[in-house]
């Protein structure tokens, strides 16, 4: 089961503008075949279906460890996307196309399915699919897809950093890619266990360090990329039997008791001409009057 903190795991810079495309191309990175809603749903299932977890729990408990991060990654993400979306459009009656600028914006669903807010899709609109899921029972073949998973997520990250320069947009992605890079080698370190064959020596993947990026590289200099949080009250203890030792680029690997500080969710405001959350801003007052009571 799952216990729920009410945070984001980093704290989001707010926008000073609306870019509705940035969100778009955001997209990718929550729905897309190598987004973070694949790698939820990976491990997840991989640790539902995980068979031996009395003999394997090492594991086991890295594979639902990790899990549970990720859900925290689609959270993240899609903050981002309801972040640069907000400010889009202004209220207005509906005979004056209030909603006009989403007309010519990369992902119209933004605009009439979610009320300008993230969907469950890639960048191109496709809905995220339950057969990106690779689940096969064989421990070395799913740690491997697991690693390849990881590196084809870090390859679309840069990709989608390079295509904008949204602050916003760009600290998530600073910050995914070192706690990606941390389960990368969480991954290989899990098959070298197993196999005793070293996957480091292949990394990274692409060929470009973390440490390029600026809004990565301040996570890098906490010590971020040497970190897995234990998310979990008492469970999972195991995974420090696998993240052990040291990093590929040098230093110990640490596993901390508990979640990241983190950050605040946004409080995203009322859009009337969304129709969005469905009451005026008077009647929200009021409403939020009579629930103190
Ligand atoms: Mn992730």
Redesign the pocket.
Known sequence: MYLRIDRLQIELPRPEEPDPNAAAAVQELLGGRFG?MS??MNYTYQSFNFRRRDQLKPFYDLIAN?AT??LG?IELVAATVNLLLQGTTEPGAPEEAPLEPGKDARNTHHFIATAQTALVANSMGQPWQGDYVFNSGDLVLDLLHNFFL?CG?RLHKIRVYEMTRNPVAREMIGY?LV??GV?IVAYAKALEKLTGVDLTRMLPIPKIENAKFPEARKFEERGLHRTLYRFSLKDYQDVAKIWRGTHPDGGELQVVDGPPEGGEIPIYPDVPEEFAPGFSAEEIAELAKKLQR
């Open positions: 973070e790698t939820l990790i991060e990720e990654h990881e997520a995914l706690r990606g389960h």
